[in-house]
């Protein structure tokens, strides 16, 4: 069975940091580009980064350009999203999805699977 499970979330003050993880069961990354997302209630699931599936090209949205970092383990079967300088909107539950294709893509759609999610909390 094909799995992302993600984990790293929690509560963190503002300007405090984060390291998201995805790791892969059933399958491994290594053919597929690895997006990250994120939710805020009442909002619709965005696109923050993406990851080829070589690690060669990484992708960022403007609100995290800067902040974030995306980067694979291939030993490990596992995606990390590294999250410096938080703000509170930034409080979302992030997640986690594969394409097996190559290159990034930034539409929910364009990608087969999905972990479950990971609430991140920013907040003094």
């Known amino acids: 069975q094909l799995q992302l499970v993600e984990s790293g979330g929690g509560l963190v003050q503002p300007g405090g940091s984060l390291r998201l993880s995805c790791a892969a069961s059933?399958?491994?990354?290594?053919?597929?580009?690895i997006g990250w997302f994120r939710q805020a209630p009442g909002k619709e699931r965005k696109g923050l980064s993406c990851?080829?599936?070589?690690?060669?090209?990484?992708n960022y949205a403007d609100s995290v350009k800067g902040r974030f970092t995306i980067s694979r383990d291939s030993a490990k079967n596992t995606v990390y999203l590294q999250m410096n300088s938080l703000k509170p909107e930034d409080t979302a539950v992030y997640y986690c999805?594969?394409?097996?294709?190559?290159?990034?893509?930034?539409?929910?759609?364009?990608?087969?699977?999905w972990g479950q999610g990971t609430q991140v909390t920013v907040s003094s």
């Open positions: 990851i080829s599936s070589s690690g060669g090209s990484t």
């Open positions: 059933g399958f491994t990354l290594d053919s597929y580009a």
């Open positions: 999805a594969a394409r097996w294709q190559a290159m990034c893509a930034w539409r929910n759609n364009e990608y087969a699977y």
